[in-house]
């Protein structure tokens, strides 16, 4: 790829496009187009150069005229959050198909020559998680479907939206079942955040108030893997330009499994502080465990997401210190 080529990236007002639109750029990519439905000021980020466009790309119009030109589109846009969204709004999560079946056409009449779609291990079968100390998950457990209603079956038909533009029609395609992502620049408070980032807001909530209690989401006892943001665009990166991966799904996760409980502690740690643990028993909690088996990645990309825990949520706790003292002083809504 020449560094002039055209780079599509959707989603880019979000978190995980917002942060892959800048390792392009620092990569020195000079032609990239960022697009996201939402308003440019409230993007997490603008990376100073890139094309940003507001533009709603459920419509077939929009997806034609965000793939004008590309060599390589990554798709990412999605309506989604944590569990508390996606148990909530599965018509929402559904309608995320609109999106891969204008954007993959584009792209494809477009001539683009490789196309990445964001899945995610919520496409895995659900009967294989009921366990905290389920096995880790490896790719071939899709099948027999049976994934998370709404939110996973999408992702599960994206898939095949991809397998079938290569198959029938020659488009190389690419897909990441990505496992929990957490970082700085990404959703922290408002229902759409993940286990991650509302932990350490409650934990600053705390520590702010004086009232020294944390409301825990279920019994604590649940178990998933976390990936640094960073880890997962190198992994986006080279999962797209793998030709070995076309047309493959391929876990991009981390393979740290946790339960809920000892992350409370880990933030608990980080933010110098011990809170009296209270627990929602009739809140959103998703599957029992979940884990990412990486045998593959590592046996094709010789990688694995390998940025250690406590090491991200140092770095992302104090981002979101910044954010929730920024808020309190009218710096931000
Ligand atoms: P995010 O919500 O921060 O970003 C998604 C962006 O897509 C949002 O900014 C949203 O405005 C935009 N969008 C939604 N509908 C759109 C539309 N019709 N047109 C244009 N833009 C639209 O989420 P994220 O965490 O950055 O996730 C990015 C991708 O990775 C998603 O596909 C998500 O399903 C997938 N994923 C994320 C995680 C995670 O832990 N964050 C895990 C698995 C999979």
Not at 202 to 219: F, P, Q, Y
Not at 237 to 247: E, K, N, R, S
Not at 286 to 298: E, H, L, Q, W
Request: one cysteine or more.
């Amino acid at each position: 790829m020449k560094k002039d080529d055209l780079i599509v990236i959707t989603g880019a007002g979000g978190f995980i496009a917002g942060a892959l639109t800048r390792y392009f750029h620092e990569k020195g990519f000079t032609h990239i187009r960022a697009i996201d439905k939402k308003p440019l000021p409230e993007w997490y980020q603008r990376v100073p150069g890139v094309e940003s466009l507001c533009l709603d790309l459920s419509e077939r119009d929009t997806c034609v005229r965000a793939c004008e030109g590309a060599l390589e589109v990554y798709n990412l846009a999605a309506d989604m959050g944590g569990m508390g969204f996606i148990e909530k709004f599965r018509v929402e999560c559904l309608r995320s198909i609109l999106i891969t079946a204008n954007l993959i056409e584009a792209a494809y009449q477009a001539g683009a020559q490789r196309y990445f779609f964001s899945s995610s291990a919520c496409a895995y079968n659900t009967e294989l998680q009921k366990e905290p100390k389920a096995r880790a998950l490896k790719e071939s457990d899709a099948y027999p479907a049976m994934a998370e209603r709404g939110y996973g079956w999408e992702k599960l038909m994206s898939e095949m939206f991809c397998q079938e533009y290569w198959a029938e029609r020659g488009m190389k395609t690419f897909i990441a079942r990505l496992h929990n992502v957490y970082g700085p620049l990404g959703t922290w408070d408002g229902g759409r955040e993940k286990a991650p980032a509302a932990i350490c807001r409650k934990v600053i909530e705390a520590k702010d108030s004086g009232k020294h209690e944390i409301v825990i989401w279920g019994d604590g006892t649940a178990t998933r893997s976390f990936m640094y943001i960073d880890d997962c665009v190198q992994g986006i990166d080279t999962i797209a330009h793998c030709d070995g991966l076309i047309a493959t799904p391929i876990n991009l996760g981390s393979s740290e499994l946790i339960s809920i409980n000892d992350l409370v502690s880990l933030v608990e740690e980080i933010a110098g502080i011990m809170l009296q643990r209270k627990y929602d028993l009739e809140a959103p909690r998703g599957v029992a465990g979940r884990n990412s088996d990486n045998t593959m990645i590592k046996k094709t990309l010789n990688w694995e997401p390998d940025t250690a825990l406590r090491k991200g949520l140092k770095t992302t706790y104090a981002w979101i210190e910044e954010q929730y003292a920024d808020r309190k002083a009218g710096r931000r809504h």
